[in-house]
């Protein structure tokens, strides 16, 4: 699995309250959600975004409440990876559990800048910056992993099995 777009860039210890503003937190419509998200970092976001594009960011990512909105937030908004230094742990597996793709990779997070567009390869945990003409390697999903980001997260794998 690929996927290619650009790059919203931003740094160390991003929580979830700027995530998704608990203000918002009285809905679980992903779609009302994906409206505000990222708007207490970066009030523009959800105006510039296009689907595929991709979140680089420092170390912690998501760190703070370990609400499911956020990386729901970020999905429905049309992100198609996270690529940060390191991820908060519920975070991570709260990403993974609704199927949203993370890759920890310090040297792209390092390289990359924001508008750059880069191409992922999950499969062999390829990051390309094309806009530089650089490759980083992250870690590969596993199979079943794989598995389940492929049938939209945890639940929707669970119930094709």
Do not use: W
């Not at 503003?21 to 809905?27: D, I």
């Not at 499911?68 to 390191?86: Q, W």
């Not at 390697?137 to 596993?142: D, T």
Request: hydrophobic residues 40%; proline residues 4%; negative net charge.
């Amino acid at each position: 699995m690929q996927v290619k777009g650009n790059v919203f860039k931003y740094g160390d210890n991003v929580d979830t309250d700027v995530i998704i503003p608990a203000r918002y937190l009285n809905t679980s419509d992903a779609a009302v959600l994906a409206e505000h998200c990222m708007e207490d970092i970066d009030i523009n976001f959800t105006d510039r975004v296009k689907k595929g594009d991709i979140i680089v960011a420092g170390k912690n990512f998501g760190c703070g409440s370990s609400r499911e909105h956020a990386p729901l937030a970020i999905k429905t908004a049309g992100i198609s990876v996270v690529i940060a230094s390191t991820f908060a742990r519920i975070f991570y597996r709260n990403a993974i559990n609704i199927g949203l793709p993370i890759l920890e990779c310090p040297e792209a997070v390092a390289d990359i800048d924001d508008g750059d567009q880069v191409e992922v390869d999950f499969t062999a945990g390829r990051i390309t910056n094309i806009t530089k003409g650089r490759t980083y390697q992250a870690q590969p999903f596993p199979e079943f992993m794989q598995a389940l980001i492929s049938a939209g997260g945890l639940v929707n794998y669970l119930s094709k099995q």
